[in-house]
């Protein structure tokens, strides 16, 4: 039966009102907010699978303190604020009377910065993700920002973007993924002082310039780590933490993919983010119920450069790894710092470091990467054992079954075997042990109080460059 040509045409209408209607209904439920500016909301949400699975981040403290690199990064308000002897006599000794902070920044020249070395340098190190300070506690930028006038690298010292640069670098060159630090405060900055005058009653240093830098820093550059930092004075309410999160978690172009930290306010610190940092260099050497990470140096020290540190400032490499074993056996994640020099280079011995990890991941990274906590971190008899774990689908055939790693800190010089405590009553569910990068199946046998792993000789494993640690890879079947 043919429909007149009038009916057709009141179908359509219909038809087209109707699907409006449907894509409108599906607009507004797409743009329907998933958390809420609650604590309770947005703790909610859950912890993006990259983050869990990198466990191994560079961190990088790069600003106008490195033109003074004396003492630390926080050279300025010693120096002015707390008014240190150390500080002030440096400052006689090697500078006119008249001279200011800000007149470091034109010497912050930063003319030898190849982006491109620096992404290679942290892929090479094993690394999976990259924080650099985008804003430190004196305010100045590493990025144009519209909220920072002649204090930022393009107007004032290297007059180069530099999240710009490295951003693109590490996203063009490497697997990495990108994040920025932001310092939420500024020392000397005159609109959050007159802020902290009226008790944080007033809110003009927020809403004029920490919430507008955030959100251009998120829109602009798209990074995938925000460490806060700076949040002590104040509590969160002032800094509408929660109002922020809430932004970042429902509408900012990483929404779903972004992790951000425990350091939003008084009372916020160990308590709420998708991960905590608790204090700097953290580490519990426990398990701990929620995300964390181990913020460290290498310089001992101090998170920015110094000409005055001394060799025993730094941690040494097998320090360093122990350190990566003991924090990602624990739950955590572990993010290493640098400090680069004012010209843009990496000192060799923090490139020794990262060099030294990076050639002990290739091998031993599948005790790392991806692992999660097993039921013991630390071993019952030997303290200088630390476990990890995988769970496998099949193994030669077989269902359901662990791969757990010890991560063995000292060799056995003397006996060539190393006694797990662990295994006390696992024994019996041993399929096979075997060390990383050394694939032969290794003697084993129960003890008395676990079992002793026989070594393969030393002169063997030197060959193959596994110093530092050793990895055994223990498959047990389910238990």
């Not at 990064?73 to 008014?83: A, L, S, T």
């Not at 620096?118 to 920002?145: I, M, N």
């Not at 054992?385 to 769970?391: F, G």
Request: hydrophobic share 35%; glycine share 6%; with cysteine.
């Amino acid at each position: 039966m043919l429909v007149p040509v009038r009916s057709l045409f009141l179908l359509l209408v219909i038809w087209m009102r109707g699907s409006i209607g449907a894509l409108e209904q599906n607009s507004e439920e797409s743009k329907t907010e998933k958390y809420e500016p609650t604590w309770a909301s947005l703790d909610a949400r859950p912890l993006p699978t990259w983050y869990e699975d990198a466990k191994v981040g560079i961190f990088i403290h790069w600003g106008v303190y490195a033109v003074p690199s004396y003492g630390s990064e926080w050279f300025w308000i010693n120096w002015k604020g707390y008014k240190y002897d150390e500080y002030v006599n440096y400052m006689k000794s090697n500078y006119k009377p008249s001279f200011t902070y800000q007149d470091f920044a034109s010497d912050f020249t930063a003319e030898l910065f190849n982006a491109t070395e620096w992404a290679l340098l942290f892929a090479q190190s094993g690394a999976r993700y990259v924080v650099l300070t985008s804003k430190h506690h004196e305010g100045y930028t590493l990025w144009p920002s519209k909220y920072t006038y002649s204090w930022n690298s393009v107007d004032v010292g290297p007059h180069r973007d530099i999240i710009g640069e490295l951003s693109t670098a590490i996203r063009k060159n490497t697997k990495l993924t990108f994040g920025v630090y932001y310092s939420l405060f500024e020392w000397f900055n005159r609109l959050y002082n007159d802020d902290k005058l009226h008790v944080f009653l007033k809110h003009e240093y927020v809403d004029n310039k920490v919430w507008p830098e955030l959100k251009e820093l998120i829109n602009t550059y798209k990074p995938e780590v925000l460490w806060s930092d700076g949040d002590w004075e104040a509590p969160d309410g002032y800094w509408k933490a929660k109002e922020f999160l809430t932004w970042l978690y429902n509408e900012s172009p990483v929404r779903d993919t972004v992790v951000t930290n425990d350091r939003w306010g008084i009372g916020t610190l160990c308590l709420h983010g998708d991960f905590y940092t608790c204090s700097d260099r953290y580490n519990p050497g426990v398990l701990q119920k929620h995300k964390w990470e181990n913020a460290m140096t290498i310089d001992k020290k101090s998170w920015g450069h110094r000409q005055n540190a001394k060799l025993e400032d730094f941690v040494s490499s097998a320090e360093l790894i122990g350190e990566i074993a003991s924090t990602v056996s624990c739950g955590g994640n572990i993010n290493i710092n640098v400090g680069p020099t004012k010209y843009g280079t990496i000192d060799p011995i923090f490139v020794e470091r990262l060099t030294d990890m990076g050639r002990w991941l290739k091998t031993n990274g599948e005790a790392i990467y991806k692992s999660r906590p097993w039921i013991y971190q630390n071993d019952t008899l030997t303290s200088s054992v630390w476990y990890t774990s995988k769970e496998v689908q099949t193994f030669h055939g077989k269902d359901n079954f662990t791969n757990v790693y010890a991560i063995v800190l000292k060799y056995p010089l003397k006996s060539n075997n190393v006694i797990l405590g662990a295994f006390n009553h696992l024994y019996k569910n041993i399929i096979q042990i075997t060390m990383l990068g050394f694939n032969t199946s290794l003697k084993w046998k129960p003890t008395e109080n676990g079992i002793m792993v026989e070594f393969p000789l030393k002169n063997e494993i030197d060959r193959l460059q596994l110093n530092y640690a050793w990895t055994l890879k223990i498959v047990l079947s389910s238990v």
